[in-house]
C-alpha cells in the first residue's frame, strides 16, 4: 500500500464505524482469511466490522478465528442487506470486480458508502475510493498484512489475526510452492509465526483433513482424467451425476485441477465442474511458465485470475463445453509447447 492511499485509509477509519466487510462469491482459504483477519484489526481498533460472504464456503476453513460471527448472504439476506445499506464503509476483499459477488452485485452497486478495495487479481475495475491493486502479491492475506502495517498496527498483530493470515497466504500460494511466493512472502509468514499463528496445526487443519467421499470424489476426477500431449495439456471433468455420487460438499474439489500438472510435460491443467442448480460449467485453470491462464479464461471462458491461476465459467453442456476447449488448443499450441 503507497503512502497516500495509507493516508486516506487512515482518515477513513479515524472514528469508530460500521463496517462491511465482502469477500468473492464462493470463498477461499484467502478471502475467508483475510476478511476475518481484517474483521479482528477492526474490532480492536473500535469499529463495528462483519464479514458478509455471498455464499457458504468450505467447512475444512471454518475453524478460523471469527467464522461463526460471518454473515451468509444467502442464508441471511435481509439482514445482510440492512447491515450493507447501513455501513459507513465497504471493505471488498480478493476480487476485484463487483460481478464477482453473485447476488450480492446489485446491492454494492447501489451503495454510496465508500469503497476500500484490496486484491491480487489482474485488471481491477474502477469503483473504489481506495485502491490496494498488487497482482504482485502472493495473496490477499499478504497484502491484509502490509495494509495492517502501513496503519501503523504491525505490532499488535494478535494469534486470532496470525492465523488467519497464514492461513490464506498458505492456500494461495499452494503451500508456498508457487511462483508468486517471494522472500517477502516468506518473511511475513516468518512474522506471523512470531505473533502466535499454528503453522503445523493450519496446514493439517486445511490440507490433511479429508472424507472418505472426497477421496473417492478424487479417484473419479484422475479416472476421468484426459491428457493431450501435443498440447501440453491435462484436463478433469466432474458431472453432477459423480459429485452426487461421492456425496459432495462444498471444497471437495479444492486442489484437484493441480493434479494434471504433476505430469511431465504437462503446461496447462484445467478441470470442468458441473453445477445444474447455477445451470453452468465451471472451469478451473492452471498453468506453469508464462502461458496466462488469466488472458485464457478471459478470452473464452467469462473469468479471468491470475497468469497461472485462474477461473471461468461455461453455460453450454459438458460435452460442448469440452470441445470447445479443445477446438481453441490448436491456436495455442506453439505458447504451450515453449
Same mark, same amino acid.
Given at each position: 500500500m503507497n503512502s497516500a492511499d495509507a493516508r486516506a485509509l487512515n482518515t477513513l477509519l479515524s472514528t469508530p464505524k460500521k463496517i462491511a466487510i465482502v469477500p468473492h462469491k464462493n470463498p477461499d482459504g484467502d478471502a475467508i482469511g483475510a476478511g476475518l483477519a481484517l474483521y479482528h484489526y477492526l474490532v480492536m481498533k473500535g469499529h463495528n466490522p462483519v464479514v458478509i460472504s455471498p455464499n457458504d464456503y468450505p467447512e475444512f476453513l471454518k475453524w478460523m478465528p471469527g467464522t461463526e460471527a460471518v454473515m451468509n448472504f444467502e442464508k441471511q439476506e435481509e439482514e445482510a442487506t440492512a447491515f450493507l445499506k447501513t455501513a459507513?464503509?465497504?471493505?471488498?476483499?480478493?476480487?476485484?470486480?463487483?460481478?464477482?459477488?453473485?447476488?450480492?452485485?446489485?446491492?454494492?452497486?447501489?451503495?454510496?458508502?465508500?469503497?476500500?478495495?484490496?486484491?491480487?487479481h489482474q485488471s481491477p475495475a474502477d469503483y473504489a475510493r481506495i485502491r490496494y491493486s498488487d497482482p504482485t502479491m502472493s495473496s490477499t492475506c499478504e497484502m491484509i498484512f502490509h495494509t495492517v502495517e502501513a496503519l501503523g498496527g504491525k505490532d499488535e498483530i494478535t494469534p486470532q489475526i496470525a492465523d488467519c493470515l497464514y492461513a490464506g497466504i498458505l492456500t494461495d500460494t499452494g503451500s508456498f510452492k508457487y511462483a508468486s511466493t517471494s522472500s517477502l512472502t516468506h518473511r511475513v509468514a516468518a512474522f506471523l509465526i512470531e505473533k502466535g499463528a499454528r503453522n503445523s496445526e493450519i496446514h493439517r487443519l486445511i490440507f490433511d483433513t479429508n472424507t472418505p467421499g472426497r477421496l473417492h470424489l478424487?479417484?473419479?476426477?484422475?479416472?476421468?482424467?484426459?491428457?493431450?500431449?501435443?498440447?501440453?495439456?491435462?484436463?478433469?471433468?466432474?458431472?453432477?451425476?459423480?459429485?452426487?455420487?461421492?456425496? @459432495?460438499?462444498?471444497?471437495?474439489? /479444492? !486442489?484437484?485441477?493441480?493434479?494434471? &500438472?504433476?505430469?511431465? *510435460?504437462?503446461?496447462?491443467?484445467?478441470? @470442468?465442474?458441473?453445477?445444474?442448480? /447455477? !445451470?453452468?460449467?465451471?472451469?478451473? &485453470?492452471?498453468?506453469? *511458465?508464462?502461458?496466462?491462464?488469466?488472458? @485464457?479464461?478471459?478470452?473464452?471462458?467469462? !473469468?479471468?485470475?491470475?497468469?497461472?491461476?485462474?477461473?471461468?465459467?461455461?453455460?453450454?453442456?459438458?460435452?460442448?463445453?469440452?470441445?470447445?476447449?479443445?477446438?481453441?488448443?490448436p491456436k495455442h499450441q506453439k505458447e504451450l509447447n515453449k
Open positions: 459507513a464503509v465497504v471493505f471488498t476483499i480478493d476480487f476485484n470486480d463487483l460481478s464477482r459477488v453473485g447476488k450480492m452485485q446489485e446491492i454494492l452497486q447501489e451503495l454510496q458508502a465508500p469503497f476500500v478495495m484490496i486484491d491480487h478424487l479417484g473419479c476426477a484422475l479416472n476421468n482424467m484426459v491428457i493431450l500431449p501435443e498440447y501440453s495439456t491435462a484436463y478433469i471433468t466432474l458431472s453432477q451425476d459423480e459429485l452426487d455420487r461421492h456425496q @459432495f460438499k462444498k471444497g471437495d474439489t /479444492e !486442489g484437484f485441477v493441480n493434479y494434471g &500438472l504433476t505430469l511431465a *510435460g504437462i503446461r496447462l491443467a484445467v478441470i @470442468f465442474i458441473e453445477n445444474k442448480d /447455477e !445451470g453452468i460449467i465451471k472451469i478451473s &485453470l492452471r498453468s506453469e *511458465g508464462d502461458f496466462s491462464v488469466n488472458e @485464457f479464461a478471459r478470452a473464452y471462458f467469462n !473469468g479471468g485470475g491470475h497468469t497461472n491461476a485462474a477461473g471461468g465459467k461455461s453455460e453450454q453442456s459438458m460435452e460442448d463445453t469440452v470441445a470447445y476447449f479443445r477446438s481453441l488448443l
